[in-house]
C-alpha cells in the first residue's frame, strides 16, 4: 500500500523544478536560488490566502497596563478580542490605525482617561495598545487570531510550513522567478498566471464552507 505523503520537503521542490526547467546538473539554478524561491513563495501563499497558517494566541491581561507584545511569529493580525474573569466571552476590539487614533484620542497616552473596559486597540513597533488602558487583569485576556510567518527552510530535508496541497503553487512560484532569472521573459508570465491560478483555486477550496464572520484587520508585518 502506497504511504500517503503528507508534506512537502525542500528536495522534492528542487528536483521537480530542475526536471521541469532542464537543469538537473544545476549550472544555470543553484539550490540556494530555489530555496529562496521556497521561502518567498510560502510568504505570497500566506499573504494571500486568510485561511492558510492560522493560529490562535492568548495573551494575560494587567490593569493599568495598554501595550502588549504581538507574537513573535504573526505575519498577518486577522483579529483581536479580550475577556475580563466575570464575562462570558470574548468581545472584538475596534482597529485603528495610529494617525486615527491619535486624532480620535487625543492625549491617550497619559491618565486623562483612566482604567475601563477596551474598546479599540492600534498597533505600533510590533505592539498592539489598547483604549481604554484595562483596568483588570485576566489570565488569557486577550485572544489573538492570525495568519503564521511561515518557518524559513534551510536544509533540503526541511519541510515546508505550508501543507501539501500547495506543492504544485510553490513550484509554479519557483518556476516563475527560474523564468525571470533566464531572462524567458513568456514562460515568466505564465508561471506567473499559473501561481496565481493555482493560489485562488486552493482558497477557494479551503473557504468553500460557510464561515463566521468577525470585524478584521489585515496587518502585514512589515507594517509592525
Known sequence: MKEEVTEINVQDIITRIRRTFGDEAAVQIQDADIIRWINDGQVEIV???????????FIDLVAGTSQYNLPSDLLILRTLRYK????PSYVALKY?????FDISIDSWDGALYGNSSPQIFTLFEGKATLFPTPDQDAISGLKILYNQQPLDVVLLTDNLSVPIIYHNTIVSYCMWQASLLDEDHEPALMYKST???DMQLVNNQETRDPMATYPTITTLSEDL
Not at 47 to 56: G, H, R, S, V, Y
Not at 84 to 87: A, G, L, P
Not at 96 to 100: A, D, F, K, R, T
Open 47 to 57: 499573504k494571500n490566502n486568510e485561511a492558510a497558517l492560522q493560529k490562535t494566541g
Open 84 to 87: 475580563y474573569t466575570s464575562m
Open 96 to 100: 485603528m490605525n495610529m494617525q486615527q
Open 195 to 197: 501561481f496565481q491560478q
